[in-house]
Nanobody
Framework: QLQLVESGGGLVQPGESLRLSCAAS????????IGWFRQAPGKEREEISC????????NYADSVKGRFTISRDNAKNTVNLQMNTLKPEDTAVYYC??????????????????WGQGTQVTVSS
């Protein structure tokens, strides 16, 4: 099965940036739609961004639009999430997840069958 690993999380101050990466073994990620999700303490997990298998279509939650950018690096078999102008409200565990069927994004997280372990992002002064 597809195994995903997130990296790049950490502790930053408000206004700073982080770049998260989602890497896979065994399978090529360009066959999958890849979503980024986050879960803050006491809240439901939410989808914040997604990129389809071709990379030609992306979407973002309103809360991160204009600040976060999702992209593929097929040479490295990764999907990245550049997070700029981070806010305390962005503090959460961030997960990447993959959807193979139709290789396109979905608003239903149940459609994403493979998940990484999560990486902690903390934004605090």
């Amino acid at each position: 099965q597809l195994q995903l690993v997130e990296s790049g999380g950490g502790l930053v101050q408000p206004g700073e940036s982080l770049r998260l990466s989602c890497a896979a073994s065994k399978f090529t990620l360009d066959y999958y739609a890849i979503g980024w999700f986050r879960q803050a303490p006491g809240k439901e997990r939410e989808e914040i961004s997604c990129i389809n298998s071709s990379g030609g279509s992306t979407n973002y939650a309103d809360s991160v639009k204009g600040r976060f950018t999702i992209s593929r690096d097929n040479a490295k078999n990764t999907v990245n999430l550049q997070m700029n102008t981070l806010k305390p409200e962005d503090t959460a565990v961030y997960y990447c997840a993959a959807r193979r069927r139709f290789a396109m994004c979905s608003n239903d997280e149940a459609d994403f069958a493979s998940w990484g372990q999560g990486t902690q992002v903390t934004v605090s002064s």
